[in-house]
C-alpha cells in the first residue's frame, strides 16, 4: 500500500518503547500506580509551574498555572518525546462547595506514545474566567471552547470566533451549567418561548452560505443592497 | 353542535350502472383522511419508533401515507417526534407555517406534548402546542408504533367528520409582521422562482 506524498500517517503505540503488556482495569490502582512520564517531564521544563501530578485510576492529572498553560500544551505538541497530537476535550467543573475554585479541564493524549494526560487550571472565585485558547494548536479546540464558553462562560483569550453553541446567539439568561443557573433558567416560560421565536434561525448563514451566493453580482442593484442591509431570503 | 351523524353513501342502479350518490364533504374527507402525507419532524427517539411504524411491519402506507413528505409544502400532517429545544422553536413554527392548507399535527411522545417531566429545565419547549395547534397527541415515552398509528386512526376519524362550512378549521396562524421570522409576501415572490405546475403558482401565496 503507498501512502500519497506529504502526508506520514500516525502509527498508535509507534513511538512507545513500553514493552509490558497492558495493565487489565481491575489491577489499577484507586491512588497512585504507575506515572505518566510526561508529569515529571513537565515538573523537569516547567518548574513551580506545574503545581501538582496526581495519578488516580491509571490516569494522570496536571494542576498548571494559569498563565503558562499555552506555553505548556504547545510544548507537550511539539516535543519530540511527548507528541500529544489529539486533543479529546476541553471543559470547565464547577463544585457545590462555593469555596472550591473552578476548573477548566484539558483532555490530551498521545498517540504514539499511547499516553493520556489531563491538564487542570483552577480559578479561584471572584477571578475573571479566563483562559488562553489552544486553537492556533489544535483546529479541534474550536468547538470544544465555543460550548465551554456557552455552559460556563468561561472566556478562550485567542479564540478566532467565540460565540454560543449550544444555546443560540441571543441567549441573554446566562451559563447554564454553573451552579447559580436556575435548572429552568431565569425568565418565564412564555418570556423564554417568545424570545425563542423572536431569534432568525438564518441569520447564522453568511451571503456564501446561501443558495443565491453565486447569482448574487446578477441580482438588481435595489436587491443586493436590501441584501448587504442583512435582509434574509427567508427559505 | 348540532352535527348530524355520517350518511352512508347511497347505492343506486340508473339505466343499468351503479350510481353512488354522497356528500361531498364525505368525498372529500374520505380522500383527505386516507392519503396523507406526514412530514416527519423526529428530533428524539420518537422519531425511531416512528421509522418503526413506517417500516415493513407496521407500514403506515396501509394508511395513505406511503411517502414521507421531507418537503414542508407537500405534506398534510407536522408528526413532530421527540422533544423541541427552544433552539429549534422558530424552526418548527416555520415548517408548520410552510406547510399548505389543509393541514394538522400530531405531538408524538411526551417531550412533544408537555415536555415529559424530567426535561422540564432552560432549554426545552414544554410542549410544541406552545408554538402550533396541535390535532392529536400521542402519550408515551416513546409510544409503541401501535400507539401512533392509533393517533393517526383518531386524526383519520377527525378529518371525517369535518365540515367544509366550518371556517374556523382552516384559520391560518398568521405570522407577526413585527417578528424576525416575518417575511413580506413580495419580499418572498421576488427572491424566490414559480414553482409547481403552474406559472402563476407562487410561494407566498401557496
Redesign the interface.
Same mark, same amino acid.
Given at each position: 500500500m503507498t501512502t500519497p506524498a506529504g502526508f506520514s500517517p500516525v502509527v498508535a503505540g509507534s513511538a512507545s518503547t513500553d514493552t509490558a503488556p497492558p495493565q487489565t482495569p481491575k489491577n489499577v490502582p484507586h491512588r497512585g500506580g504507575s506515572a505518566n512520564p510526561s508529569g515529571d517531564a513537565l515538573r523537569q521544563r516547567f518548574g513551580t509551574a506545574v503545581m501538582r501530578v496526581d495519578v488516580m485510576w491509571g490516569e494522570t492529572t496536571v494542576v498548571v498555572e494559569n498563565a503558562r498553560l499555552f506555553e505548556i500544551v504547545q510544548w507537550l505538541h511539539d516535543d519530540p518525546a511527548q507528541r500529544y497530537d489529539a486533543l479529546a476535550d476541553v471543559t470547565g467543573v464547577e463544585f457545590r462547595d462555593a469555596e472550591l475554585p473552578i476548573e477548566v479541564v484539558w483532555h490530551l493524549r498521545s498517540l504514539p506514545y499511547r499516553r493520556f494526560l489531563r491538564l487542570k487550571v483552577l480559578i479561584e472565585k471572584g477571578q475573571p474566567l479566563v483562559v488562553p485558547s489552544v486553537w492556533s494548536i489544535y483546529k479541534g479546540a474550536d468547538w470544544l471552547e465555543r460550548e465551554c464558553y456557552d455552559m460556563f462562560g468561561i472566556k478562550f483569550e485567542g479564540h478566532p470566533d467565540l460565540r454560543r453553541l @449550544?444555546?443560540?446567539e441571543q441567549y441573554k439568561?446566562g451559563f447554564?451549567l454553573r451552579k447559580d443557573?436556575? =435548572? *429552568?433558567?431565569r425568565f418565564s *416560560?412564555s418570556e423564554? @418561548?417568545r424570545? &425563542? @421565536? &423572536? &431569534?432568525?434561525?438564518e441569520t447564522r448563514y453568511s451571503m456564501n452560505e446561501l443558495s443565491?451566493a453565486d447569482a448574487y453580482e446578477d441580482l438588481p442593484e435595489d436587491?443586493r443592497r436590501r441584501l448587504n442591509k442583512g435582509?434574509? =431570503?427567508?427559505? | 353542535m348540532g352535527l348530524s351523524p355520517r350518511p352512508e353513501p347511497h347505492v343506486v342502479t340508473h339505466g343499468g350502472e351503479p350510481w353512488m350518490a354522497t356528500r361531498l364533504d364525505f368525498l372529500v374527507n374520505w380522500s383527505r383522511a386516507n392519503s396523507l402525507w406526514p412530514m416527519p419532524f423526529g428530533t428524539a427517539c420518537c422519531a425511531i419508533e416512528f421509522m418503526a411504524s413506517a417500516a415493513n411491519k407496521y407500514d403506515l402506507a396501509r394508511f395513505g401515507m406511503e411517502r414521507m413528505s421531507f418537503s414542508a409544502r407537500q405534506a398534510d400532517v407536522l408528526i413532530c417526534a421527540g422533544r423541541v429545544p427552544?433552539?429549534l422553536?422558530? $424552526?418548527l413554527?416555520?415548517i408548520w407555517q410552510q406547510m399548505p392548507q389543509p393541514k394538522w399535527c400530531i405531538s408524538m411522545g411526551a417531550c412533544a406534548s408537555s415536555g415529559n417531566g424530567i426535561f422540564?429545565?432552560?432549554?426545552v $419547549?414544554?410542549g410544541i402546542d406552545? !408554538?402550533i395547534p396541535v390535532d392529536v397527541y400521542v402519550p408515551g415515552c416513546p409510544p409503541r408504533p401501535e400507539g401512533l398509528i392509533y393517533g393517526i386512526m383518531l386524526l383519520q376519524k377527525k378529518i371525517m367528520n369535518e365540515r367544509s362550512s366550518d371556517e374556523t378549521l382552516r384559520r391560518e396562524m398568521e405570522p407577526d409582521p413585527r #417578528?424576525?421570522?416575518y !417575511?413580506p409576501p413580495e419580499?418572498?415572490d421576488?427572491? #424566490?422562482e414559480n414553482f409547481g405546475n403552474s406559472v402563476h403558482q407562487k410561494?407566498s401565496t401557496l
Open positions: @449550544l444555546m443560540w439568561e447554564p443557573f436556575p =435548572v *429552568r433558567g *416560560r423564554q @418561548l424570545q &425563542a @421565536l &423572536a &431569534a432568525n434561525p443565491i436587491m435582509e434574509k =431570503v427567508g427559505e | 427552544f433552539k422553536a422558530p $424552526v413554527r416555520r422540564d429545565n432552560y432549554a $419547549v414544554q406552545t !408554538i #417578528s424576525q421570522l !417575511i419580499a418572498i421576488e427572491m #424566490s410561494r
